[in-house]
């Protein structure tokens, strides 16, 4: 797949991850739409297109798609530097470093499966204003995504990694066991 042919805008991941779980080139494929961050809300990626190849980038959350390709679980993520896609194993490795993931910077996961992300998620993205109402990253040309479920996925409940979450947080190693072993 080319990411040419799916609508990105930068900093709007989780829209992004929204729109290529429909994709063509997904249809049929097994889809789990990743929410990585922690409780400091400060996540340490690394090969990311927004950093040097040092050095990690932080994100307050980042939303990356999984898909089940010719029997492997594979990571597509518009902001990484590694192939798109690229096998879930490499992306783990080379995205999280062993030495950062006893830190408050470690990676925590929410899954969803791409059906549920697709039908549920809603954003009204006033998390990318600031305090005066002006944007902080000019929103994508497609209107904001807004779920009719009565059960929304918002950014609120995204952005919540504290003990109280709606969802079960997972760890690094509890995303290896469930993915890297099916």
Same mark, same amino acid.
């Given at each position: 797949?080319?990411?040419?042919?799916?609508?990105? &805008?930068?900093?709007?991941?989780?829209?992004?991850?929204?729109?290529?779980?429909?994709?063509?080139?997904? !249809?049929?494929?097994? &889809?789990?739409?990743?929410?990585?961050?922690?409780?400091?809300?400060?996540?340490?990626?690394?090969?990311?297109?927004?950093?040097?190849?040092?050095?990690?980038?932080?994100?307050?959350?980042?939303?990356?798609?999984?898909?089940?390709?010719?029997?492997?679980?594979?990571?597509?993520?518009?902001?990484?530097?590694?192939?798109?896609?690229?096998?879930?194993?490499?992306?783990? !490795?080379?995205? %999280?470093?062993?030495?950062?993931?006893?830190?408050?910077?470690?990676?925590? %996961?929410?899954? =969803?499966?791409?059906?549920?992300?697709?039908?549920?998620?809603?954003?009204? /993205?006033?998390?990318?204003?600031?305090?005066?109402?002006?944007?902080? =990253?000019?929103?994508?040309?497609?209107?904001?995504?807004?779920?009719?479920?009565?059960? /929304?996925?918002?950014?609120?409940?995204?952005?919540?990694?504290?003990? &109280?979450?709606?969802?079960?947080?997972?760890?690094?190693?509890?995303?290896?066991?469930? =993915?890297?072993?099916?």
């Amino acid at each position: 797949m080319d990411k040419e042919t799916v609508n990105y &805008t930068k900093n709007y991941c989780e829209e992004n991850c929204w729109y290529l779980c429909q994709h063509s080139a997904l !249809a049929g494929k097994k &889809t789990r739409v990743l929410i990585i961050s922690n409780q400091a809300g400060n996540c340490s990626f690394w090969e990311q297109q927004s950093t040097s190849e040092s050095a990690p980038v932080c994100w307050d959350y980042h939303v990356v798609v999984l898909a089940k390709v010719n029997g492997e679980w594979c990571v597509y993520d518009f902001d990484s530097k590694l192939e798109f896609p690229v096998s879930l194993g490499r992306y783990l !490795a080379c995205t %999280f470093k062993p030495e950062w993931n006893a830190t408050v910077n470690a990676p925590v %996961f929410k899954v =969803f499966t791409g059906n549920e992300f697709t039908r549920t998620f809603s954003s009204d /993205r006033s998390h990318m204003k600031d305090a005066a109402g002006n944007w902080i =990253f000019q929103p994508p040309a497609w209107d904001a995504i807004e779920s009719d479920q009565s059960q /929304r996925l918002s950014m609120v409940e995204i952005r919540d990694f504290s003990s &109280t979450s709606p969802h079960r947080l997972f760890s690094l190693e509890e995303v290896r066991d469930r =993915f890297l072993h099916t």
